[in-house]
C-alpha cells in the first residue's frame, strides 16, 4: 500500500515539475519507471570538487575531535541517531566539536 502511494506521490510531483534533479545517475532509471519524463530529468552530483580545495592550507597544530553532519533535517536522514551518537561521542570525549 505504501509502495503504491508514494508512487503516486512521484508521478504527480513528476507530472508538475519543470525539472527533475537527482543526485546520482542511478535514480534516473526509477524516476523514469515511476513516470518522470526524461526530458526534465537533470543530475547534480554530491561531493566536493576537490580542485578547487587543493590549495587551501591545512591548519597545523592539535585538532579536536570533530564530528559533522551534513544533510536536510528530515526523518529519513535520521538526525536522532546521529544527536545520540553525538551525546555519545561528548561522554567519552568531552573535549570533541559537534556540528549540524
Same mark, same amino acid.
Given at each position: 500500500?505504501? &509502495?503504491?502511494? *508514494?508512487? @503516486?506521490?512521484?508521478? $504527480? @510531483? ?14 534516473? #532509471? *526509477? #524516476? =523514469?519507471?515511476?513516470?518522470?519524463? $526524461?526530458?526534465?530529468?537533470? =543530475? ?8 578547487? *580545495? ?19 533535517? &528530515? ?6 541517531? *546521529? =544527536?545520540?551518537?553525538?551525546? $555519545?561521542?561528548?561522554?567519552? =570525549? ?5 556540528? @549540524?
Amino acid at each position: 500500500m505504501w &509502495v503504491d502511494t *508514494f508512487t @503516486c506521490y512521484s508521478r $504527480a @510531483c513528476y507530472h508538475a515539475a519543470a525539472k527533475i534533479i537527482t543526485l546520482y545517475g542511478g535514480n534516473q #532509471q *526509477f #524516476q =523514469i519507471e515511476d513516470g518522470a519524463d $526524461a526530458a526534465k530529468l537533470e =543530475i547534480i552530483p554530491n561531493g566536493v570538487d576537490y580542485e578547487r *580545495f587543493a590549495s587551501v592550507a591545512r591548519a597545523s597544530g592539535e585538532r579536536r575531535p570533530t564530528v559533522a553532519l551534513i544533510g536536510r533535517v &528530515v526523518p529519513i536522514k535520521d538526525v536522532k541517531t *546521529f =544527536i545520540r551518537a553525538v551525546a $555519545a561521542l561528548r561522554r567519552m =570525549i568531552p573535549t570533541s566539536q559537534r556540528w @549540524c
